[in-house]
């Protein structure tokens, strides 16, 4: 195996999410949060003074930015937050369930109600992964989302990796329905912009998902989901996999379930 092949073979384990991993050409080895965790958390929830919460998932394959960070299966993820008014500290770590790769994600989040329809979430998060190789970053993020009705909210997301410093920018529409009081699918679509975030060679259109979330709550304080998702690959990863020799299809479809509980 050549040089270029082991580095090409590190870069991708270590590009989160995800949490959010490219080969010879990336500009990022970190992993950002993951599709479906950032994907669903767009509509409002009510501030609570104090609460803590558990999640626990599994996605089938560990998709970030439309590529697939990992060579074999998927990954399963356990998140701890807790929430204090505006402020929410979590610690988020993911493991493969097929081979050795363990990701931590820690940082912070502080929530603005800028107008009653109006909502933008500022926040920092360390990044770590562990693989054969270690690799880390410090991401920076924002996302602003209008809430007006629930069937169509719009929404813009921002992050700055210091490794790559490089950023991300995602577009995205969800649709929430409430099927019955426990019930609910949201449809939704992103559409992902790189700027040195995971390639330096090329900027603009990365990928395009779309996908389908379903969450059910099975008491007021404990509830299940999952999502069905699809990636259409773009200029940046089909550009990035030309550049390594592979002309094959780049587009990822891939599924999760969460269980959550907040005490």
């Known amino acids: ?19 959010f991993l490219s080969q010879t050409s990336s500009a990022n080895e970190s992993l950002s949060q993951t599709e479906s965790l950032s994907s669903a958390t767009l509509q409002t929830q009510p501030i609570e003074p104090l609460a803590v ?14 590529r697939n960070n ?20 979590y610690a988020l770590v993911g493991r493969g369930d097929s081979q050795a790769y363990t990701e931590w994600n820690i940082g912070l989040e502080y929530r603005l109600n800028l107008t009653d329809n109006l ?25 602003l989302a209008y809430t007006a009705t629930p069937w169509l909210v719009p929404s813009m ?35 992902g912009f790189d700027f040195k975030y995971r390639t330096e060679a090329h900027n603009g259109r990365n990928n395009l998902q779309f996908g389908l ?27 990035e996999a030309a550049a390594n020799g592979d002309l094959g299809s780049q587009d990822q479809t891939y599924a999760g ?7």
């Not at 929430?176 to 679509?189: A, M, N, R, V």
């Not at 979330?213 to 259409?232: C, D, F, K, R, W």
């Not at 379930?257 to 005490?263: Q, R």
Request: charged share 10%.
């Open 157 to 191: 997301s921002y992050v700055y990796s210091t490794e790559a410093a490089g950023y991300l920018i995602e577009a995205s529409l969800h649709s929430y329905w409430d099927i019955t009081e426990q019930f609910t699918l949201t449809p939704y679509i992103t559409q």
């Open 213 to 239: 979330e379903a969450a059910y709550q099975l008491l007021p304080n404990m509830s299940v989901s999952g999502h069905l998702s699809h990636s259409i690959a773009q200029g940046d990863i089909e550009q």
């Open 119 to 143: 909502e933008a979430n500022l926040g920092y998060q360390r990044i770590e992964g562990y693989s054969s190789n270690r690799c880390q970053d410090n991401e920076f993020f924002t996302e």
């Open 257 to 263: 379930i969460h269980f959550s509980m907040t005490f």
């Open 70 to 89: 990992l060579s074999l299966g998927g990954i399963y993820w356990l998140n701890a937050s807790v929430q204090y008014g505006n402020l929410t500290t």
């Open 53 to 66: 919460n558990l999640d626990l998932g599994w996605d089938s394959k560990y998709i970030s930015q439309g």
């Open 1 to 19: 195996m050549t040089t270029s092949s082991v580095n090409s073979i590190t870069r991708t384990l270590c590009t989160l999410g995800l949490l």
